[in-house]
């Protein structure tokens, strides 16, 4: 895993997302900045469709998840679900990414079509 890569930068942050509301319809969570953690992101991630978005300047230009987006969704599935088997922790986070940044490319291939 690449040291300064968006995943490796999210799992850093994953103890200190503060998980505001979580429904069926979306989850919401509040985020400090890694370099200023006096700034607060606000992350939202839809489930139907899922979809997500964060008010950091990377979230708000571009369609790849950002760290807080990323961490965000580890931050749930650490508290709201448990996994069995030796080497979740690794595998679960990589999951998530990948689908994450599948999900931001069929995004952004549909914007392009249409703009």
Request: with cysteine; hydrophobic share 40%; aromatic share 6%.
């Amino acid at each position: 895993m690449e040291e300064g890569g968006v995943l490796a930068r999210a799992l850093k942050l994953v103890d200190r997302v503060r998980l505001v509301r979580v429904s069926p319809e979306v989850v919401e969570a509040e985020v400090p900045g890694e370099s200023d953690p006096s700034r607060t992101y606000v992350v939202r991630v839809y489930v139907e469709p899922l979809d997500f978005e964060c008010s950091c300047p990377h979230g708000e230009h571009r369609f790849n998840p950002c760290k807080h987006v990323i961490a965000t969704v580890l931050r749930l599935v650490r508290d709201y679900m448990t996994v069995a088997g030796r080497g979740a922790e690794v595998v679960i986070p990589v999951a998530i990414h990948e689908g994450l940044s599948k999900l931001a490319y069929l995004k952004a291939r549909n914007y392009s079509r249409y703009a």
